[in-house]
Protein backbone atom coordinates (compact mmCIF):
# COMPACT_ATOMS: atom_id res chain seq x y z
CA UNK A 1 0.00 0.00 0.00
CA UNK A 2 1.30 3.01 -1.08
CA UNK A 3 0.96 6.48 0.36
CA UNK A 4 -1.09 8.79 -2.27
CA UNK A 5 1.07 11.65 -3.15
CA UNK A 6 0.07 15.49 -2.94
CA UNK A 7 1.73 18.56 -4.11
CA UNK A 8 3.19 20.87 -1.43
CA UNK A 9 1.77 23.94 -1.25
CA UNK A 10 3.89 26.57 0.57
CA UNK A 11 3.46 28.11 4.03
CA UNK A 12 2.23 31.29 4.20
CA UNK A 13 4.97 33.86 4.63
CA UNK A 14 5.94 34.88 8.00
CA UNK A 15 6.30 38.89 8.74
CA UNK A 16 9.83 39.48 10.00
CA UNK A 17 9.11 41.71 12.40
CA UNK A 18 5.80 43.02 13.42
CA UNK A 19 6.24 46.52 13.96
CA UNK A 20 5.06 46.75 17.49
CA UNK A 21 7.19 49.76 18.93
CA UNK A 22 10.00 48.52 21.13
CA UNK A 23 8.61 48.15 24.70
CA UNK A 24 9.47 50.32 27.66
CA UNK A 25 8.78 49.50 31.99
CA UNK A 26 9.79 45.89 32.32
CA UNK A 27 8.42 42.33 31.21
CA UNK A 28 9.50 38.73 30.58
CA UNK A 29 10.27 36.81 27.44
CA UNK A 30 6.78 34.33 28.22
CA UNK A 31 4.09 36.83 27.93
CA UNK A 32 5.59 37.73 24.49
CA UNK A 33 3.90 34.46 23.46
CA UNK A 34 0.42 34.77 23.50
CA UNK A 35 1.10 38.28 22.72
CA UNK A 36 2.82 37.48 19.64
CA UNK A 37 -0.33 35.03 18.54
CA UNK A 38 -3.06 37.38 19.05
CA UNK A 39 -1.15 40.05 16.97
CA UNK A 40 -0.91 37.76 14.12
CA UNK A 41 -4.43 37.20 14.17
CA UNK A 42 -4.78 40.79 12.98
CA UNK A 43 -1.90 41.87 10.94
CA UNK A 44 -1.07 38.19 9.34
CA UNK A 45 -4.20 36.12 9.55
CA UNK A 46 -3.59 33.84 6.79
CA UNK A 47 -0.78 32.89 9.22
CA UNK A 48 -2.84 33.06 12.16
CA UNK A 49 -5.18 30.56 10.62
CA UNK A 50 -2.40 27.93 10.42
CA UNK A 51 -1.00 27.73 14.00
CA UNK A 52 -2.32 25.15 16.49
CA UNK A 53 -1.13 25.19 19.70
CA UNK A 54 -0.92 22.54 22.14
CA UNK A 55 -0.13 22.50 25.91
CA UNK A 56 -0.60 20.14 29.31
CA UNK A 57 -2.91 22.01 32.28
CA UNK A 58 -0.90 25.30 31.86
CA UNK A 59 -2.47 27.17 29.34
CA UNK A 60 -3.59 30.04 31.11
CA UNK A 61 -0.07 30.53 33.41
CA UNK A 62 2.02 30.58 30.07
CA UNK A 63 0.21 33.13 28.63
CA UNK A 64 -2.15 31.97 26.18
CA UNK A 65 -4.81 32.81 27.78
CA UNK A 66 -5.91 35.71 25.05
CA UNK A 67 -4.97 33.48 22.33
CA UNK A 68 -7.43 30.72 23.24
CA UNK A 69 -10.30 33.43 23.83
CA UNK A 70 -9.74 34.64 20.49
CA UNK A 71 -9.34 31.10 18.82
CA UNK A 72 -11.53 28.31 20.58
CA UNK A 73 -10.40 24.99 21.89
CA UNK A 74 -10.60 22.11 19.92
CA UNK A 75 -13.48 19.25 20.13
CA UNK A 76 -14.71 16.81 17.42
CA UNK A 77 -18.44 18.52 18.17
CA UNK A 78 -19.47 21.92 19.43
CA UNK A 79 -19.75 21.76 23.62
CA UNK A 80 -21.07 24.59 25.82
CA UNK A 81 -19.09 26.43 28.06
CA UNK A 82 -20.45 26.19 31.21
CA UNK A 83 -18.83 29.05 33.07
CA UNK A 84 -20.25 31.69 30.21
CA UNK A 85 -22.48 33.43 32.56
CA UNK A 86 -20.19 33.91 35.23
CA UNK A 87 -18.78 37.39 34.59
CA UNK A 88 -15.74 37.64 36.35
CA UNK A 89 -14.31 34.43 34.22
CA UNK A 90 -11.25 36.00 32.21
CA UNK A 91 -10.67 32.14 30.39
CA UNK A 92 -13.38 31.34 28.01
CA UNK A 93 -12.94 27.61 27.38
CA UNK A 94 -15.11 27.31 24.12
CA UNK A 95 -15.11 24.12 22.54
CA UNK A 96 -15.39 23.80 18.70
CA UNK A 97 -14.33 21.73 15.66
CA UNK A 98 -12.96 24.89 14.36
CA UNK A 99 -10.73 25.63 17.82
CA UNK A 100 -7.03 25.97 17.46
CA UNK A 101 -5.88 24.66 20.73
CA UNK A 102 -5.74 21.48 22.33
CA UNK A 103 -5.12 20.80 25.97
CA UNK A 104 -3.54 17.52 26.86
CA UNK A 105 -3.25 17.65 30.89
CA UNK A 106 0.00 16.54 32.33
CA UNK A 107 1.13 14.03 29.45
CA UNK A 108 4.07 16.03 28.22
CA UNK A 109 4.93 12.61 26.02
CA UNK A 110 1.51 12.76 23.95
CA UNK A 111 1.92 16.30 23.40
CA UNK A 112 5.28 15.85 21.88
CA UNK A 113 3.60 12.83 19.79
CA UNK A 114 0.63 15.13 18.60
CA UNK A 115 3.13 17.81 17.75
CA UNK A 116 5.20 15.65 15.56
CA UNK A 117 2.08 14.57 13.87
CA UNK A 118 0.85 17.99 13.02
CA UNK A 119 3.94 19.02 12.18
CA UNK A 120 4.25 16.69 9.34
CA UNK A 121 1.13 17.75 7.57
CA UNK A 122 3.40 19.26 5.14
CA UNK A 123 4.66 16.08 3.52
CA UNK A 124 2.11 13.90 4.15
CA UNK A 125 -1.12 16.22 2.65
CA UNK A 126 0.58 19.32 1.36
CA UNK A 127 -1.23 21.12 3.94
CA UNK A 128 1.74 23.07 6.10
CA UNK A 129 0.15 23.85 9.71
CA UNK A 130 2.40 25.77 12.18
CA UNK A 131 2.03 24.05 15.40
CA UNK A 132 3.28 25.19 19.34
CA UNK A 133 3.37 22.95 21.83
CA UNK A 134 4.02 24.73 25.48
CA UNK A 135 5.98 22.70 28.61
CA UNK A 136 7.76 23.73 31.46
CA UNK A 137 11.35 24.07 31.20
CA UNK A 138 11.75 20.78 33.02
CA UNK A 139 9.76 18.61 31.39
CA UNK A 140 11.43 19.37 28.16
CA UNK A 141 13.83 16.22 29.68
CA UNK A 142 10.68 14.38 29.69
CA UNK A 143 9.08 15.10 26.23
CA UNK A 144 12.76 14.88 23.95
CA UNK A 145 12.49 11.50 22.94
CA UNK A 146 9.14 11.38 21.32
CA UNK A 147 9.82 15.06 20.08
CA UNK A 148 13.12 14.17 18.39
CA UNK A 149 11.66 10.77 17.07
CA UNK A 150 8.73 13.25 15.34
CA UNK A 151 11.28 15.88 13.71
CA UNK A 152 13.65 12.96 12.71
CA UNK A 153 10.00 11.50 10.29
CA UNK A 154 9.76 15.11 9.26
CA UNK A 155 7.50 16.46 12.09
CA UNK A 156 9.02 20.41 12.69
CA UNK A 157 7.34 21.82 14.94
CA UNK A 158 8.13 24.67 18.06
CA UNK A 159 8.60 23.87 21.26
CA UNK A 160 8.54 26.14 24.14
CA UNK A 161 10.01 25.76 27.79
CA UNK A 162 8.32 28.07 30.10
CA UNK A 163 9.36 29.11 32.73
CA UNK A 164 12.91 28.18 32.69
CA UNK A 165 16.23 28.19 35.10
CA UNK A 166 16.48 28.65 38.95
CA UNK A 167 15.41 31.87 38.04
CA UNK A 168 11.91 30.17 38.64
CA UNK A 169 13.56 30.21 42.54
CA UNK A 170 10.32 31.13 44.69
CA UNK A 171 8.41 28.72 42.93
CA UNK A 172 10.60 25.70 44.69
CA UNK A 173 13.86 23.33 43.41
CA UNK A 174 11.82 20.98 41.62
CA UNK A 175 10.97 23.04 38.50
CA UNK A 176 14.43 24.28 38.00
CA UNK A 177 16.00 23.18 34.94
CA UNK A 178 19.67 23.38 34.42
CA UNK A 179 20.70 21.21 31.23
CA UNK A 180 17.74 22.05 28.50
CA UNK A 181 20.24 25.06 26.75
CA UNK A 182 22.37 22.39 25.72
CA UNK A 183 19.84 19.79 24.94
CA UNK A 184 18.76 22.67 22.60
CA UNK A 185 22.02 22.77 20.98
CA UNK A 186 22.49 19.13 20.70
CA UNK A 187 19.30 18.11 18.87
CA UNK A 188 19.27 17.79 14.95
CA UNK A 189 16.59 19.56 13.02
CA UNK A 190 16.13 22.20 15.43
CA UNK A 191 17.33 26.11 15.97
CA UNK A 192 17.42 26.67 20.07
CA UNK A 193 17.08 30.37 21.24
CA UNK A 194 17.08 32.05 24.49
CA UNK A 195 16.19 35.46 24.43
CA UNK A 196 16.26 37.99 27.29
CA UNK A 197 14.18 40.77 25.72
CA UNK A 198 10.63 41.09 24.65
CA UNK A 199 11.56 42.35 21.16
CA UNK A 200 14.18 39.37 20.69
CA UNK A 201 11.46 36.90 21.63
CA UNK A 202 9.17 38.36 19.15
CA UNK A 203 11.83 38.24 16.66
CA UNK A 204 12.65 34.55 17.28
CA UNK A 205 9.73 33.67 17.44
CA UNK A 206 8.85 35.03 14.11
CA UNK A 207 11.57 33.52 12.60
CA UNK A 208 10.90 29.83 14.19
CA UNK A 209 7.61 30.14 12.53
CA UNK A 210 8.97 30.72 9.30
CA UNK A 211 11.26 28.14 9.79
CA UNK A 212 8.28 25.27 9.37
CA UNK A 213 6.19 23.71 6.91
CA UNK A 214 8.80 22.98 3.88
CA UNK A 215 11.48 20.62 3.14
CA UNK A 216 14.13 23.22 4.04
CA UNK A 217 12.33 23.81 7.03
CA UNK A 218 13.61 22.90 10.63
CA UNK A 219 11.97 22.43 14.42
CA UNK A 220 12.72 25.30 17.05
CA UNK A 221 12.98 25.14 20.75
CA UNK A 222 12.65 28.29 22.99
CA UNK A 223 13.94 28.88 26.25
CA UNK A 224 11.56 31.67 27.78
CA UNK A 225 11.36 33.25 31.47
CA UNK A 226 8.86 34.44 33.76
CA UNK A 227 11.50 37.05 35.31
CA UNK A 228 11.02 40.51 34.82
CA UNK A 229 13.13 42.59 33.23
CA UNK A 230 13.95 46.28 32.31
CA UNK A 231 12.76 46.12 28.58
CA UNK A 232 14.77 49.65 27.85
CA UNK A 233 18.13 48.05 28.75
CA UNK A 234 17.83 46.64 25.14
CA UNK A 235 18.17 49.63 23.96
CA UNK A 236 16.90 49.05 20.20
CA UNK A 237 17.57 51.76 17.52
CA UNK A 238 14.65 53.54 16.28
CA UNK A 239 16.02 53.79 13.18
CA UNK A 240 14.03 51.68 10.89
CA UNK A 241 17.43 50.14 9.11
CA UNK A 242 19.42 50.22 12.60
CA UNK A 243 16.29 48.03 13.82
CA UNK A 244 16.62 45.54 10.85
CA UNK A 245 20.16 44.94 11.77
CA UNK A 246 19.55 44.26 15.15
CA UNK A 247 16.59 41.81 13.94
CA UNK A 248 18.94 39.99 11.49
CA UNK A 249 21.63 39.49 14.48
CA UNK A 250 19.16 38.64 17.23
CA UNK A 251 18.06 35.90 14.72
CA UNK A 252 21.74 35.12 13.97
CA UNK A 253 22.59 33.84 17.15
CA UNK A 254 23.69 37.36 18.90
CA UNK A 255 24.48 40.88 19.30
CA UNK A 256 26.52 43.65 20.89
CA UNK A 257 24.57 45.30 23.54
CA UNK A 258 27.19 47.89 24.86
CA UNK A 259 30.52 48.78 23.72
CA UNK A 260 33.53 50.28 25.59
CA UNK A 261 35.79 52.92 23.85
CA UNK A 262 38.83 50.33 25.35
CA UNK A 263 37.39 47.45 26.28
CA UNK A 264 39.59 44.79 28.48
CA UNK A 265 36.66 41.96 29.15
CA UNK A 266 34.04 40.41 27.38
CA UNK A 267 30.71 39.45 29.26
CA UNK A 268 28.80 37.37 27.34
CA UNK A 269 25.11 36.43 28.69
CA UNK A 270 22.34 35.00 28.00
CA UNK A 271 18.36 35.09 28.71
CA UNK A 272 17.58 35.93 32.01
CA UNK A 273 21.07 37.00 33.59
CA UNK A 274 22.00 39.93 30.91
CA UNK A 275 20.33 42.48 33.78
CA UNK A 276 23.40 41.05 35.69
CA UNK A 277 25.55 41.53 32.98
CA UNK A 278 25.02 45.21 32.45
CA UNK A 279 24.72 45.52 36.29
CA UNK A 280 28.93 44.68 36.52
CA UNK A 281 29.86 46.08 33.15
CA UNK A 282 28.44 48.92 34.95
CA UNK A 283 30.63 48.39 37.94
CA UNK A 284 33.89 47.42 36.11
CA UNK A 285 33.36 50.90 33.94
CA UNK A 286 33.61 52.28 37.64
CA UNK A 287 36.96 50.40 38.75
CA UNK A 288 38.30 51.90 35.51
CA UNK A 289 37.86 48.57 33.23
CA UNK A 290 36.00 48.76 30.01
CA UNK A 291 33.76 45.52 28.94
CA UNK A 292 31.49 45.05 26.22
CA UNK A 293 28.42 43.12 26.58
CA UNK A 294 27.23 40.82 24.16
CA UNK A 295 23.29 39.43 24.35
CA UNK A 296 23.56 35.48 23.29
CA UNK A 297 20.02 34.67 21.96
CA UNK A 298 21.06 31.82 20.07
CA UNK A 299 24.29 29.47 21.02
CA UNK A 300 22.92 27.32 18.65
CA UNK A 301 22.95 29.05 15.89
CA UNK A 302 26.83 30.28 16.59
CA UNK A 303 27.93 26.87 17.54
CA UNK A 304 26.83 26.31 13.84
CA UNK A 305 28.70 29.19 12.84
CA UNK A 306 31.70 28.00 14.45
CA UNK A 307 31.43 25.17 12.28
CA UNK A 308 31.14 26.11 9.23
CA UNK A 309 34.01 28.54 9.70
CA UNK A 310 36.00 25.90 9.91
CA UNK A 311 34.80 23.71 6.76
CA UNK A 312 32.37 21.33 8.68
CA UNK A 313 29.34 22.28 7.55
CA UNK A 314 27.62 25.15 5.45
CA UNK A 315 25.67 27.47 7.89
CA UNK A 316 26.25 30.89 7.38
CA UNK A 317 29.08 32.49 9.25
CA UNK A 318 29.09 36.54 9.32
CA UNK A 319 27.41 36.76 12.42
CA UNK A 320 30.56 36.00 14.35
CA UNK A 321 32.61 38.85 12.49
CA UNK A 322 29.77 41.23 13.79
CA UNK A 323 29.47 40.34 17.12
CA UNK A 324 33.33 38.90 18.08
CA UNK A 325 35.62 40.76 15.58
CA UNK A 326 39.15 40.12 15.87
CA UNK A 327 40.11 43.84 16.79
CA UNK A 328 37.77 43.51 20.01
CA UNK A 329 38.71 39.89 20.98
CA UNK A 330 39.29 40.05 24.94
CA UNK A 331 39.26 37.57 27.92
CA UNK A 332 35.55 36.68 28.09
CA UNK A 333 33.19 35.65 31.03
CA UNK A 334 29.71 33.53 30.11
CA UNK A 335 27.09 33.71 32.19
CA UNK A 336 23.53 31.74 31.51
CA UNK A 337 20.76 30.12 33.51
CA UNK A 338 22.06 27.01 32.97
CA UNK A 339 25.03 24.50 32.68
CA UNK A 340 28.46 26.65 31.88
CA UNK A 341 29.18 24.66 29.35
CA UNK A 342 26.63 25.91 27.24
CA UNK A 343 28.23 28.64 26.30
CA UNK A 344 32.18 27.59 26.95
CA UNK A 345 32.42 27.11 23.07
CA UNK A 346 32.66 31.13 22.53
CA UNK A 347 36.15 31.47 23.67
CA UNK A 348 37.47 29.57 20.87
CA UNK A 349 36.06 32.02 18.03
CA UNK A 350 39.13 34.67 18.99
CA UNK A 351 41.35 32.08 21.51
CA UNK A 352 40.62 33.78 24.36
CA UNK A 353 40.41 33.06 27.61
CA UNK A 354 37.43 32.37 29.50
CA UNK A 355 35.36 32.16 32.76
CA UNK A 356 32.16 30.19 32.37
CA UNK A 357 29.35 30.93 35.04
CA UNK A 358 26.35 29.17 35.27
CA UNK A 359 24.38 26.55 37.55
CA UNK A 360 25.93 23.00 38.32
CA UNK A 361 23.97 21.94 41.57
CA UNK A 362 20.26 21.10 41.83
CA UNK A 363 18.13 24.08 42.62
CA UNK A 364 17.19 25.79 46.37
CA UNK A 365 13.82 28.14 46.43
CA UNK A 366 14.21 31.56 47.80
CA UNK A 367 14.25 34.87 46.51
CA UNK A 368 16.27 35.58 43.04
CA UNK A 369 19.22 37.17 44.36
CA UNK A 370 19.56 34.99 46.80
CA UNK A 371 19.46 32.01 44.56
CA UNK A 372 21.87 33.73 41.71
CA UNK A 373 24.13 34.25 44.47
CA UNK A 374 24.03 30.47 45.50
CA UNK A 375 24.87 29.20 42.30
CA UNK A 376 27.72 32.32 41.16
CA UNK A 377 25.43 33.68 38.54
CA UNK A 378 24.92 37.47 40.23
CA UNK A 379 26.38 40.15 39.61
CA UNK A 380 29.34 40.06 42.28
CA UNK A 381 30.20 37.01 40.34
CA UNK A 382 30.62 38.35 37.15
CA UNK A 383 32.71 41.18 38.62
CA UNK A 384 34.96 38.94 40.42
CA UNK A 385 35.48 36.58 37.39
CA UNK A 386 36.04 39.42 35.11
CA UNK A 387 39.15 41.03 37.39
CA UNK A 388 40.64 37.12 37.98
CA UNK A 389 40.49 37.42 34.16
CA UNK A 390 41.94 40.93 33.82
CA UNK A 391 44.94 40.06 36.27
Known sequence: MHRPEYAPRK??????????PAPTGTGNT???????????????????DRIVTVSPDVSSSTNLGGWLNKVGVWSPTERPDWFADDAETILHWRERPTGQ???LGIAETNLVGLLGELGATWSRWGRPLLPIGVVYDPFVNRALEPWSFGIYAGGQSILVGTPSGVTLAPEGGAHQSITTPSLGIEQPGCVTYEPAFALDAEWCLLAALGNLGS????????RLS????????????GDPAARERR?????AGAYRLRQHDTPVVTLAAMGALVPEALAAADRLAALGYGADVVCVTSPDLLFRALRARRGLSSDPTWILDRVFPVDRATPM???????PHSLAFLSTIRNVAISTLGVTRFGQSGTIEDVYRYHGID????VGSALDLID
Open 379 to 382: TDSI
Open 101 to 103: HLE
Open 11 to 20: PPAVPADLGR
Open 30 to 48: QQVLGRVLLDLTRRAPEVA
Open 215 to 222: PEGSSAYL
Open 247 to 251: RRHVT
Open 226 to 237: TRPVDQSAAAVP
Open 333 to 339: VTVLDGH
